[in-house]
């Protein structure tokens, strides 16, 4: 089938001819770009469609989130956005009146954030059981780093006073020694192995709501972490469901799995299945690994080279020995697989910049582009070496407007001037796919090139930005989610860009975001989606 969308403002990111007026598509792919007199002339039979002046841009790449999470999360007692203690409680009371869940069922939650909180505090075991002490509770803080739970769900699980932190985690006591309900990093996986697993159905059903979310903004392709979804960390599951749906016609994204297998003996048994990055087709593939190295800023669980300025003789949490992050990225480069690591806190960019580089002299790839997601408290020092070695920088603009409220607390003034640096990093000629970490910031692209391209958060603050001098401009924003993020999937030469040959993954959007105010950016929407040549949304 052939088509030729004509009348329009096109947005290629393409360097070459960065706009165009129209485009002939042919089957999945774009056969022609260039202006209405042109695409009419080669068009001949084909169908035409007068986008009247719309402006069209290639389909968004979020490059890091957690699709199934997201899916997850929309099933529980929804917590984004809730501004005290009191007001979480008055929901959870309601859902759990007009849910009724059966006597015993673990009761979730995602979402929350003490920083936008009245009370200006983690929530505890205490304010759970004010929900209930019939059902066991647990509530995900929105960093997904840190969980809170119920004096039942404690119960359950088997943690007292006496029970001692598991390795790179903790459970958080008061002054008196009392579990306060609180667990970080990897004690809350003491938690989610009580809750009951999901089936390969029940994924594809979550799945196919998240997927129609997405679609609705734009997104057509993702790269995505869900291994470690649900208690089992089953990720045959999770590979057979998307496979499932591909077969079913029912994907309205490219998926680009982000393998979280942090223990060897599961990643060597992934390795031994036949999977490696690249295994798979252009909607569902094998990605790289992915691995967790430190924790995140707000709760202090971001591993850093010197102590929390707000907490001295705390640098956080490192997940891993240095020996056991080589280990698992010199195995991942050994056996044909990208690697990408989570790294919040300068300490834990540096520990994976070593086993990057030990993996490199040992096992050397020509075009291996491993990277690190968020890249937020950087150093000059780090950022020349990403550079130098041509590590990706995994850039999460939307996280600023959350961070923003503690993060200087957290490091002082002296660290922030070399942090979320992501205009830096594009200047030095790094390469920044752009991500939400969905869902724990808004998975809207328009929502990150707002905060982006204003250092402000979604309510305007502050007037005149934050460390304004890293703002990214709307063209490095939108080659971020495009073009770049297509960098790191190795997929630059089939997306990414509205040029001939690639595929004819589109999105029509209501307004111009080159042209529109800055602090207007939030006015615009998409209007039409478009994967391989088809309107999905």
Same mark, same amino acid.
């Given at each position: 089938?052939?088509?030729?969308f004509?009348?329009?403002n096109v947005?290629?990111?393409?360097?070459k001819h960065?706009?165009a007026?129209?485009f002939l598509?042919?089957?999945?792919?774009f056969?022609?770009v260039?202006?209405?007199?042109?695409?009419l &002339?080669?068009a001949?039979?084909?169908?035409?469609?007068? #986008?009247?002046g719309?402006?069209?841009? $290639? /389909?968004?790449?979020? %490059?890091h989130?957690h699709?199934?999470n997201?899916?997850?999360?929309r099933t529980?007692?929804?917590?984004?956005?809730?501004?005290?203690? &009191?007001e979480?409680?008055?929901?959870s009371?309601?859902? #759990?009146a007009?849910r009724?869940?059966a $006597? /015993?069922?673990?009761? %979730?939650a995602?979402?929350?954030?003490q920083?936008?909180f009245?009370?200006?505090?983690?929530l505890n075991?205490?304010?759970l059981?004010?929900?209930?002490t019939?059902?066991?509770m647990?509530?995900?803080?929105?960093?997904?780093h840190?969980?809170?739970?119920n004096s039942?769900?404690?119960?359950?699980?088997?943690?007292?006073d006496s029970?001692?932190?598991?390795?790179?985690?903790?459970?958080e006591?008061?002054a008196?020694?009392?579990a306060t309900g609180i667990?970080?990093?990897?004690a809350?996986y003491?938690a989610?192995a009580?809750?009951p697993d999901?089936?390969?159905?029940d994924i594809?059903?979550?799945?196919l709501?998240?997927?129609d979310y997405?679609?609705?903004l734009?997104?057509?392709?993702?790269q995505?972490?869900?291994f470690?979804?649900?208690s089992?960390?089953?990720?045959?599951?999770?590979i057979?469901?998307y496979?499932e749906?591909e077969?079913?016609g029912?994907?309205?994204?490219?998926?680009?799995?982000q393998?979280?297998?942090p223990?060897?003996d599961?990643?060597?048994?992934?390795?031994?299945?036949g999977?490696?990055t690249?295994v798979?087709?252009d909607?569902?593939?094998?990605?790289p690994?992915?691995?967790?190295?430190?924790?995140?800023i707000?709760?202090?669980?971001?591993y850093?080279?010197?102590?929390y300025?707000?907490?001295?003789?705390?640098r956080?949490?490192s997940?891993f020995?240095?020996?056991e992050?080589d280990?698992?990225v010199?195995t991942?480069q050994?056996?044909?697989?990208?690697v990408?690591?989570?790294?919040?806190g300068d300490?834990?960019?540096?520990m994976i910049l070593?086993?990057y580089?030990?993996?490199q002299?040992e096992?050397?790839r020509?075009?291996?582009r491993?990277?690190?997601i968020h890249?937020?408290?950087t150093?000059?020092?780090?950022m020349?070496r990403?550079?130098?070695d041509?590590i990706?920088?995994y850039?999460?603009?939307?996280?600023?407007g959350?961070?923003?409220?503690c993060?200087?607390?957290?490091v002082g003034?002296?660290r922030m001037?070399?942090?979320?640096a992501?205009?830096?990093?594009?200047e030095m000629g790094?390469?920044v796919?752009?991500s939400s970490?969905c869902?724990?910031d808004?998975?809207n692209?328009i929502?990150?090139?707002y905060?982006a391209?204003?250092?402000?958060d979604?309510?305007?603050?502050p007037?005149?930005?934050?460390?304004?001098?890293?703002?990214l401009t709307i063209?490095?924003?939108?080659?971020?989610f495009?073009l770049?993020?297509?960098y790191?999937?190795?997929?630059e030469?089939?997306?990414?860009s509205i040029?001939?040959g690639?595929?004819?993954d589109?999105?029509?959007?209501?307004?111009?975001p080159?042209?529109?105010d800055?602090?207007?950016?939030?006015?615009?929407?998409?209007?039409?989606?478009?994967?391989?040549?088809q309107?999905v949304n």
């Amino acid at each position: 089938m052939r088509t030729a969308f004509i009348n329009a403002n096109v947005i290629t990111i393409d360097p070459k001819h960065p706009k165009a007026e129209a485009f002939l598509v042919d089957g999945d792919k774009f056969a022609l770009v260039g202006s209405r007199e042109e695409i009419l &002339a080669a068009a001949g039979d084909a169908q035409v469609v007068d #986008l009247a002046g719309k402006t069209i841009v $290639p /389909g968004f790449n979020d %490059s890091h989130l957690h699709l199934l999470n997201f899916a997850y999360s929309r099933t529980k007692i929804n917590l984004y956005g809730t501004t005290s203690i &009191a007001e979480i409680q008055e929901k959870s009371r309601a859902w #759990l009146a007009e849910r009724k869940p059966a $006597p /015993g069922t673990w009761v %979730s939650a995602a979402g929350w954030n003490q920083y936008s909180f009245q009370e200006g505090r983690l929530l505890n075991r205490s304010d759970l059981d004010a929900i209930s002490t019939d059902y066991p509770m647990i509530f995900t803080r929105v960093c997904e780093h840190t969980v809170a739970v119920n004096s039942k769900a404690l119960e359950l699980i088997g943690i007292d006073d006496s029970t001692p932190d598991p390795e790179s985690g903790e459970i958080e006591r008061d002054a008196d020694g009392h579990a306060t309900g609180i667990l970080k990093e990897t004690a809350r996986y003491l938690a989610y192995a009580k809750v009951p697993d999901k089936s390969v159905a029940d994924i594809k059903e979550m799945l196919l709501d998240a997927i129609d979310y997405v679609s609705k903004l734009g997104i057509t392709s993702v790269q995505t972490d869900d291994f470690e979804t649900f208690s089992s960390k089953n990720w045959h599951n999770v590979i057979q469901a998307y496979q499932e749906l591909e077969k079913e016609g029912k994907l309205k994204v490219r998926v680009y799995e982000q393998c979280l297998l942090p223990q060897i003996d599961r990643f060597k048994e992934f390795l031994a299945a036949g999977y490696k990055t690249g295994v798979g087709t252009d909607m569902f593939k094998i990605g790289p690994l992915k691995l967790l190295t430190d924790g995140s800023i707000g709760p202090r669980t971001a591993y850093l080279a010197q102590p929390y300025s707000d907490d001295p003789g705390n640098r956080g949490i490192s997940v891993f020995t240095q020996d056991e992050l080589d280990e698992l990225v010199g195995t991942a480069q050994a056996n044909g697989m990208q690697v990408v690591c989570h790294g919040i806190g300068d300490a834990a960019m540096t520990m994976i910049l070593n086993a990057y580089e030990k993996a490199q002299k040992e096992h050397p790839r020509e075009d291996a582009r491993n990277g690190i997601i968020h890249v937020q408290i950087t150093t000059k020092e780090i950022m020349d070496r990403m550079l130098k070695d041509h590590i990706v920088a995994y850039g999460e603009p939307v996280c600023v407007g959350a961070d923003m409220h503690c993060v200087e607390d957290r490091v002082g003034k002296e660290r922030m001037k070399e942090s979320y640096a992501y205009r830096t990093m594009n200047e030095m000629g790094l390469r920044v796919p752009l991500s939400s970490d969905c869902p724990v910031d808004s998975v809207n692209p328009i929502d990150s090139a707002y905060i982006a391209v204003n250092r402000k958060d979604l309510n305007g603050w502050p007037e005149g930005g934050w460390y304004p001098e890293e703002r990214l401009t709307i063209d490095q924003v939108l080659k971020g989610f495009t073009l770049d993020s297509a960098y790191a999937q190795f997929q630059e030469d089939v997306k990414g860009s509205i040029e001939a040959g690639k595929y004819a993954d589109f999105v029509v959007l209501s307004g111009d975001p080159t042209a529109i105010d800055p602090n207007d950016l939030r006015s615009i929407h998409a209007e039409g989606t478009y994967l391989g040549g088809q309107k999905v949304n």
